[in-house]
């Protein structure tokens, strides 16, 4: 079965200082992984993805994930957070069962403060 | 510009009525999604639709109902059935069906039953 745990559901930092946010997966196959951010009252936007290329991957604004097998983890992480970095973040595994199906963690929100 | 575009972005309803939310993307793409998010948790499918004129049930397809005459509209009707209608509900499509690809998500609909 596939799934996906969000380790934290808060996450606070202050402005300037490194983010963290942690994921774990579990999957019978080889994992697809995404990251999606959603501000308030939006939609979902795509920060980066892990196809099985390099265990690095590098997504918008800054955010990078790296891909652990060993760990069955993905975090994200980004060394200096913004202000606008304040959102809610959703880690997700993405496998093939006759179409592509999405299983989200419950999300973490992340909060930046001056 | 191209994009997936919901309406209305806010939407009320009463008690024994249906209604029916819409989504239009300019992508031609071939798959799209419904899903729910209710508070603290992550999205969960409703239905999904991989070709015209052909749509899926998800996880929770009880009290909706979908159609996809066309291939850039993907409306969903919320009936009296559905118990627990309120909820941010997120229309997503991806370029191609039954492979691992990235979903873009529209804006979404609140729905609140008065």
């Known amino acids: 079965a596939q799934s996906v745990t969000q380790l934290d559901s808060h996450v606070s930092v202050s402005e300037g200082t490194p983010v963290l946010l942690r994921c774990n997966y579990s999957?019978?196959?080889?994992?697809?992984l995404f990251w999606y951010v959603q501000h308030p009252n939006k939609g979902l936007q795509l920060l980066l993805k892990?196809?099985?290329?390099?265990?690095l991957v590098k997504g918008i604004n800054g955010f990078e994930a790296e891909f652990k097998k060993s760990e069955t983890s993905f975090h994200l992480t980004k060394p200096s957070a913004h202000m606008s970095d304040a959102a809610e973040y959703f880690c997700?595994?993405?496998?093939?069962?006759?179409?592509?199906?999405?299983?989200f963690g419950t999300g973490t929100r992340l909060l930046v403060s001056p | 510009d191209g994009g997936i575009t919901q309406s209305p972005k806010y939407l009320f309803r009463k008690e024994g009525q249906n209604v029916t939310l819409s989504c239009e993307q300019n992508l031609n793409h071939d798959a799209m999604y419904w899903y729910r998010q209710d508070p603290g948790q992550g999205l969960r499918l409703i239905y999904y639709s991989q070709i015209v004129n052909d749509f899926q049930k998800g996880d929770i397809a009880e009290g909706y109902s979908v159609s996809r005459e066309k291939k850039e509209s993907f409306p969903l009707t919320v009936t009296s059935a559905q118990k627990n209608p309120t909820a941010f509900y997120l229309c997503?499509?991806?370029?191609?069906?039954?492979?691992?690809?990235?979903?873009?998500f529209g804006p979404g609909t609140r729905l609140t039953v008065l």
């Open positions: 997503a499509s991806s370029g191609l069906a039954g492979v691992t690809d990235t979903q873009y």
């Open positions: 892990y196809t099985s290329a390099a265990t």
């Open positions: 997700v595994v993405s496998f093939i069962t006759g179409f592509q199906k999405l299983v």
């Open positions: 999957s019978s196959y080889s994992p697809s």
